[in-house]
């Protein structure tokens, strides 16, 4: 079943207005306003996602993360957003109002949020702000690639996360350590990655996020999904809990032209596999067909 679709879920820029830290999308996986708070203003990732949409070539503006700054902007946002003084902006006025009520503060900009020295602080910030705003069930969620979710200063700020309504949504796009390599060009093996994954989801359930697509027109084989699916059935078999998998594929325009979306079917063929073959809950999130 297709969802609903937005021109606004094509377009995530990160350098709203005169911020450098944090930014308001509306967002087709949190079903509404999303703040993101970009841990990572010098670009620089762990990863390097064929289907990444981050532009790395520039100069960045900012190279270093200032929580206080970050917090003020934070605040703003915020405001903004609880006065309807953000729908007054022109890439925001044709919003549905259903899709208008902030949903969650994300860690999710230009590279992995838990490399920032300052990721703990940055946690312990938005809470308190979360307070002031009188917004204590909004969730604080940490879009991750779970190559370091055993660092102990990580899982300080997990633990703060844990006490606030946090949710982790860990990155896994690939069952073979061959296609993971092909997708995610990462700097650690797939193994390190489950590792990290099956700690985290251990203290608390997690939300597994996984993007399918096209390269060079061909989607993921059988053999691959079915080594997915192990996966997910590994973190669970070591204790893990997942509350959640996110079935995506891409919807904004990637750097590499060999990547395009996958059809609706075929998005929701996978999430009905992880539904009926590993026994949990999946959503579907579709692409935008002309990329």
Not at 41 to 54: G, H, S
Not at 149 to 165: F, H, Y
Not at 280 to 289: D, I, N, Q, R
Request: charged letters at 25%.
């Amino acid at each position: 079943m297709a969802s609903m679709t937005l021109r606004q879920f094509q377009h995530h820029p990160r350098d709203w207005r005169n911020n450098l830290y944090v930014y308001p999308v509306i967002s087709r996986r949190s079903s509404g306003l999303s703040i993101g708070i970009n841990l990572n203003p010098d670009t620089a990732c762990n990863f390097d996602c064929i289907y990444c949409q981050v532009d790395r070539s520039g100069v960045p503006k900012v190279r270093e993360v200032d929580p206080s700054r970050l917090a003020d902007e934070l605040r703003s946002i915020i405001g903004l957003a609880q006065s309807g003084e953000l729908f007054a902006d022109a890439d925001f006025a044709d919003v549905p109002e259903p899709m208008r009520a902030i949903r969650d503060i994300a860690f999710s900009g230009d590279g992995e949020p838990t490399t920032c020295p300052h990721f703990r602080k940055c946690v312990e910030t938005i809470a308190a702000i979360k307070r002031e705003a009188e917004l204590n069930d909004l969730k604080i969620v940490l879009i991750t690639d779970a190559c370091y979710l055993t660092r102990p200063e990580v899982v300080a700020g997990l633990a703060i996360m844990d006490q606030n309504n946090g949710e982790i949504w860990a990155k896994l796009d690939a069952g073979t350590e061959k296609y993971y390599k092909k997708v995610n060009r990462p700097n650690y093996p797939l193994r390190h990655v489950m590792d990290n994954i099956i700690a985290a989801a251990r203290v608390r359930p997690i939300v597994i996020q996984s993007l399918f697509m096209r390269i060079d027109g061909a989607g993921p084989n059988h053999d691959e999904i079915d080594a997915y699916l192990n996966r997910l059935r590994e973190t669970i078999a070591a204790g893990g809990k997942i509350s959640l998998v996110q079935v995506y594929t891409v919807a904004r325009r990637p750097a590499d032209s060999s990547v395009t979306p996958l059809t609706d079917g075929e998005v929701d063929e996978i999430a009905g596999q992880v539904r009926e073959k590993v026994g949990l809950e999946a959503k579907a999130f579709y692409g935008t067909p002309t990329l």
